[in-house]
Structure formats: C-alpha cells, structure tokens
C-alpha cells in the first residue's frame, strides 16, 4: 500500500477559505459515518457563508433523516461548477459513484478525507488518517486544528458518525481521545443516548423480514460464520436494492466465530460482501486482495461473479486470517 502523507490540515483549510462554492460527496451505500461526515462538514461551512451541495448517489437513508439539514443532500449531480470538492469516507474515487465522477470533473481542486488505510490518495490535499475511529473524527479534528466552531447542527451528525463507526465505542481503535471527542460534541449540544437509540437500536420490521429468509442460510465454517443473500430474499422482503441490514455485526458476535462474511447477490452478476471481525483479526486485507477496502473489524467488497465462485475465492483467506490472525497474500 500507498505510504500515507500527513494531514494537510492548514492548507486544506486554506483551499475552503479561497472557495465560494464546494461540492461534498461521500461513499455509495453511505453509513452514519459518510452521511455523519458530509453533513458536519456542509453545515459548519454554510455557517461559514460558503455555498455548498451535498450529493450521494443513493441518498441518505431511514435511519439518518432526522440528522440536521440530511433534507438538502442530493442523489444526482447534473449541471454546475464548484471551486472545491471534498470527498469524505471514500477510499476510492469509484466508491464516490456518478455523483464523484461528476464532481471531479467539475471542480478545480479535490480534497480528500478519508480514515481507511486503503485510501488510493486521489485529490489534491489530503486529510487521511488511518488510526482515527471514523471519518467525522478527521472533520472534528480539523475544525479543532484551523479554529472553526462546532455548532449544534455540526456535532449532532459528527457523533453518528462516531456511534456508527464505533459500534458504539467497541472497536479496538477506541482511545480516551475518542472519548474525549464525543465529550466535546455532547458540551456543542449532540446527544449519545439519542444517537445511539437513532442508529445501533434502531431496526426496520423489513429488516426482520430479511433476516427471516437470510438465517437458514448462515452456516459456521471453522471460526468464520457466513450467510448468503440471494436477489429473491430481498425481493420477498420487498426491498428494492439488496442489502444485509446489519446481519454481519450481529454474526460476528456468535461465541465460536472470529469472523462473519454475508454474501449479496446483485443483479449484474457480481457479489457484495460485508465482512466483520473480533479484535485480532483482519478483514481488512482480505477485502483489499479483492479489490475492496476498509478496516481489520469492518470491511467490504464488490466482487464479479456468481455466489459460488465469490464464496470459493474468499473463504479460503478467512479461513487463513482465523488461522493466523492476519492475511497472508500468496
């Protein structure tokens, strides 16, 4: 991998200080962490008098609508110009879907900000940091470096992020620094006890639905647990796009399983998948090996094929990272 420069904290800052008109854009498929990223940074620099679009190709979804301003981010991009675009959550252009493509045309600089080591460092500045616990993590961080104030409207989508990301401050990456972070959002006026009710206690009767035709499928092999969603069980749940709802996190946490693997039939004849592990074990490099990315706990991929040969070309890797604790690439 790429070695990662330092944050440019102080010249990405300068480039939002020459810019009148911003882009934001985040990761297709977004989690509380993209859309919590976009939107703490779209309000505090509409609070700054800049004028800012927020796009995403599939929006922003249930669970995160009631997040300040999430009514103003966009699912298309089809006309405009803009001083800066900033990318935040994606560690790939291609994971920014048509809304990026079109930004990146249409933009005179690119910043990038992103917490997955994974990052290809596309853009002109950069703000990655791969030890921070999410990407609203960076935001804060940045605002702290360059004296920006926190509002309300500000902290409340930067703590989703944070919750989200952390499973609610489980994952190893968790410090008293992260503590600290979330502290200083509940004195800007975002609430815990609300964002975690909003996110990781909040499920659909759908989602249920899901998990109901998904479940006889889950198998433990060995110390990896993995499910499959074929295109039929999200259309008896009457989905319109296919998903896990979250059935990943909660597979991991079978006593006898280090790492869980859901398998996503897409209709275009590839394979989704969403990978999570226990402390010790990294999914991540495996999602890397086949062309995804993420985290050693939380990883994902979109690989060609049908389920069978996916399942046939990851499992083995699970099963080595179980085996050793880590991927070992041959």
């Not at 979804?61 to 997040?67: I, T």
């Not at 790939?92 to 809304?99: L, P, Q």
């Not at 975002?190 to 249920?208: C, G, I, M, N």
């Amino acid at each position: 991998m790429t070695m990662i420069p330092t944050p440019q904290w102080h010249e990405a800052a300068a480039a939002v200080r020459e810019a009148q008109t911003i882009v934001i854009v985040t990761h297709v498929s977004p989690d509380g962490d993209a859309i919590g990223s976009a939107l703490g940074l779209a309000n505090a620099l509409r609070d700054l008098g800049k004028s800012v679009v927020v796009a995403d190709d599939d929006g922003v979804p249930d669970y995160l609508q009631w997040l300040p301003a999430s009514e103003t981010i966009v699912d298309t991009l089809s006309d405009g110009r803009w001083d800066l675009m900033i990318s935040t959550d994606a560690s790939d252009e291609i994971r920014t879907g048509s809304v990026g493509a079109y930004a990146r045309a249409n933009s005179l600089r690119v910043i990038n900000l992103d917490h997955h080591v994974t990052n290809t460092l596309f853009g002109d500045l950069h703000l990655i940091l791969p030890t921070a616990v999410s990407s609203t993590e960076i935001v804060y961080r940045w605002f702290i470096e360059t004296g920006i104030t926190i509002s309300r409207d500000v902290a409340v989508p930067l703590m989703a992020g944070l919750v989200t990301d952390t499973i609610g401050f489980r994952i190893s990456l968790v410090t008293a620094q992260t503590l600290g972070i979330a502290q200083a959002l509940i004195q800007a006026g975002a609430s815990l006890s609300e964002t975690t009710a909003r996110t990781l206690d909040s499920r659909t009767y759908q989602s249920v639905q899901l998990w109901k035709h998904v479940l006889p499928s889950v198998q433990l092999d060995g110390q990896v647990i993995y499910g499959i969603v074929r295109l039929e069980d999200a259309h008896k749940a009457q989905m319109d796009e296919v998903s896990d709802e979250g059935l990943a996190s909660f597979l991991v946490q079978v006593n006898e399983a280090m790492v869980s693997i859901i398998f996503k039939e897409q209709a275009n004849n590839t394979v989704e998948i969403s990978m999570r592990s226990k402390p010790g074990y990294n999914v991540g490099e495996v999602a890397f090996a086949v062309g995804g990315g993420g985290h050693k706990q939380a990883a994902g991929a979109t690989v060609a094929g049908t389920v069978e040969r996916v399942m046939a070309l990851v499992l083995p890797k699970l099963h080595a990272v179980t085996a050793n604790g880590m991927l070992q690439i041959t």
